[in-house]
């Protein structure tokens, strides 16, 4: 609950300096963390999941912490906005009264810069994009409001230009009309900037991710049930508890019975929910293609520990093998944390190239909390430093793991 608490805050990293960016420099940028926000405190919020009840709505939207925050910049200028959504449950639509922003970077991936009036941003999710200061000098709304709420709530900011004489004025630009399709639709105009650079000097699309086999599918469905008479959620049917020793440091010693690698299947079960501490076992260097199914009323955000993935498809309705044809196999965006759209499925592919004990899990908080998350175990019995660094002399032991020497 450290996030309902205001436990958050934003870490920026910049390209090293022989890596080229696919745009000129900025003359400044500005970090904007928008998100959710309770004036319930976080141990009230706790004893709410604990009863084995939902969270209630939001009370309101806040931009970096504040009702009111001022951005300046100077006219004829371009700076660069880094948006993140670190609220708990709510996807929010971010736009600037007339101003464009051109979309350029997606946590981590260069993108094709398209230009957009507004933006949607779900939960967990970061995007990067480029302003330029042409209008008259005075000032204007910073808008960042919830998307598929029936009570719309928002937050304003002020984007100053620094020989601006005029205050904000006029009614706030409006957010899209139009729901889940036209965001679905959004989405897949996000590309993969194929030319352009990212960590390593070689261009992002020199990786022909499209081309790779995968070794297996795995279908997750997210599912709402009541066990001994609480809310829970869960995935493929299990519930996610946890358990009273680190699961690296289990899995590390040859501990039994702290986690079970045969609760959580690779397909949805069907059957009624229960909890365990599961983990999915795969093997290193595994290429995954994985199917969120959302058959749920709620929109979802999902994210996975230790990675980046290729988000390939969004569709309505049940997946199925045929949906493959619709994937984008050559320029989809990598990123950490994706959205599945309510009756509605998301597919990634993963390759599986980071050793260790990973979290997949809902970027919803409520959800996280309650049992919608899991663990990927990415293994190799050879012991290898290419593959893995030894665990550290001084580590912290605890539970079934302490008087245990690595």
């Known amino acids: 609950m450290h996030r309902a608490a205001g436990g958050f805050g934003a870490l920026n990293i910049y390209h090293r300096s022989v890596i080229p960016i696919p745009y000129a420099n900025p003359d400044g940028d500005f970090t ?22 939902s969270l209630p709505f939001p009370h309101g939207v806040l931009i970096n912490g504040q009702t009111k925050t001022t ?15 670190v609220g708990l449950s709510t996807s929010l639509n971010f736009r600037i009264q007339g101003h464009s922003m051109k979309l350029v970077e997606v946590e981590g991936s260069h993108v094709i810069q398209n230009l957009y009036d507004s933006l949607d941003v779900h939960v967990g999710q970061s995007v990067t994009v480029l302003v330029t200061l042409n209008q008259p000098p005075k000032d204007y ?18 984007l100053h230009y620094a020989n601006s004489q005029t205050p904000v004025s006029g009614p706030l630009p409006a957010a899209p009309a139009y729901k889940y399709h036209w965001s679905m639709q959004q989405a897949r105009t996000y590309r993969w900037n194929l030319t352009s650079n990212a960590a390593r000097p070689n261009p992002q699309g020199s990786f022909h991710y499209g081309k790779i086999t995968p070794t297996k599918t ?20 299990v519930s996610y508890v946890n358990a009273d020793t680190p699961l ?52 979802q955000s999902w994210h996975l520990d230790g990675y980046d993935f290729w988000v390939v498809g969004f569709g309505s309705g049940q997946w199925t093998p045929k949906k ?73 032991l605890c539970g079934k793991v302490v008087g245990r020497h690595p």
């Open 32 to 53: 904007l963390l928008i998100g959710d926000w309770y004036k319930t405190s976080h141990k009230a919020l706790q004893q709410t999941l604990d009863s084995g009840k």
């Open 71 to 85: 951005f300046t910049g100077e006219q004829g200028k371009t700076y660069m906005f880094r948006i993140s959504n």
């Open 141 to 158: 709304y910073i808008v960042a409001s919830t998307r598929f709420t029936r009570t719309i709530l928002t937050a304003t900011a002020v």
């Open 218 to 237: 795995i279908v997750l469905a997210n599912s709402a049930s009541y066990i001994n008479g609480k809310l829970r959620y869960a995935v493929n049917g």
């Open 248 to 299: 690296k440091l289990a899995d590390y010693f040859n501990i039994p019975g702290v986690f079970s690698m045969n609760a959580v299947q690779g397909v949805p079960s069907g059957v009624a929910a229960t909890v365990a501490t599961s983990v999915m076992p795969t093997n290193l260097h595994d290429f995954l293609e994985v199917v969120f199914q959302n058959n749920e009323n709620a929109m």
């Open 324 to 396: 493959r044809r619709t994937y984008n196999l050559v320029d989809a965006l990598t990123r950490h944390t994706t959205q599945v759209y309510p009756n509605s499925w998301t597919a990634i592919l993963v390759s599986l190239d980071n050793q260790g004990m990973w979290n997949m899990r809902s970027a919803s908080w409520e959800r996280q909390y309650l049992g919608q998350q899991f663990y990927l175990r990415v293994w190799n019995p050879v012991r290898s430093l290419a593959n893995e660094y030894d665990i550290p002399s001084n580590v912290l």
